[in-house]
């Protein structure tokens, strides 16, 4: 069975402090990992995709990287607006989402 | 634009009313999908609707029916919910089922329900 668990479940960083979030996944044929961010009772938003180990992508201080087990969600420099809850997911058959517990992420000024 | 809208954004029943979650997109995704998220755990599958027709039902209970009504709208009539039903329901689109690339969902803000 498809499976996905993430680590830290909670972090606390002040500003300017960079870490990992780490999300590992068994998955039979990795079709997409996904990571997304949700603020408290808000929907959550889109992040990157990543089809393939190695592959890495960018969003302003957020850096996705793949291997064949795991996803690292770096966090460069972080600030308060960073914080959030980060969830990773893998699609499992078709259309099905399967997600992770979640990482939340506090960014003490 | 990503934009998926739902409404309302908070909703209180009893557990002998019927109301409705509404759901709208615009993007021309024709793949889109309904989740329940409790406190402080991800969200989870309740339906998948694609190019209009039901494909995916995660043996959800009946007093939860799902209708498409279009490609750009998705409904979920809600009948004698119980407490334990009370949640946040989003709804999400993708571009489709198809085995290429582009899989991502995008979803709303969500509907907050109370079921009293």
């Known amino acids: 069975e498809d499976q996905v668990t993430q680590s830290p479940e909670a972090l606390r960083l002040q500003e300017g402090e960079s870490s990992s979030l780490n999300c590992s996944y068994t998955v039979s044929g990795l079709r997409g990992l996904f990571w997304y961010r949700q603020d408290p009772g808000k929907g959550p938003e889109f992040l990157f995709t990543l089809y393939s180990a190695g592959e890495e992508k960018e969003k302003e201080r957020l850096k996705a990287t793949l291997t064949k087990k795991e996803s690292f969600l770096h966090i460069t420099a972080p600030k308060p607006e960073d914080s959030a809850t980060y969830l990773c997911?893998?699609?499992?058959?078709?259309?099905?989402?399967?997600f992770g517990q979640g990482t939340r992420l506090t960014i003490n000024p | 634009d990503t934009e998926v809208t739902q409404t309302p954004k908070h909703l209180v029943m009893g557990m002998t009313n019927k109301k409705s979650l509404k759901c709208e997109q615009h993007m021309g995704h024709r793949a889109m999908y309904w989740y329940k998220q409790k406190a402080k755990k991800p969200p989870e599958l309740m339906f998948v609707?694609?190019?209009?027709?039901?494909?995916i039902n995660e043996s959800v209970p009946s007093r939860f029916s799902p209708e498409c009504p279009n490609s750009s709208l998705l409904n979920l009539h809600l009948h004698a919910l119980q407490p334990e039903d009370s949640a946040l329901y989003l709804c999400a689109s993708s571009l489709g089922p198809s085995g290429g690339s582009s899989v991502e969902q995008y979803f709303g803000p969500g509907t907050r329900l109370t079921v009293t």
């Open positions: 609707y694609s190019y209009e027709k039901l494909s």
């Open positions: 997911a893998v699609i499992q058959g078709a259309q099905k989402l399967v």
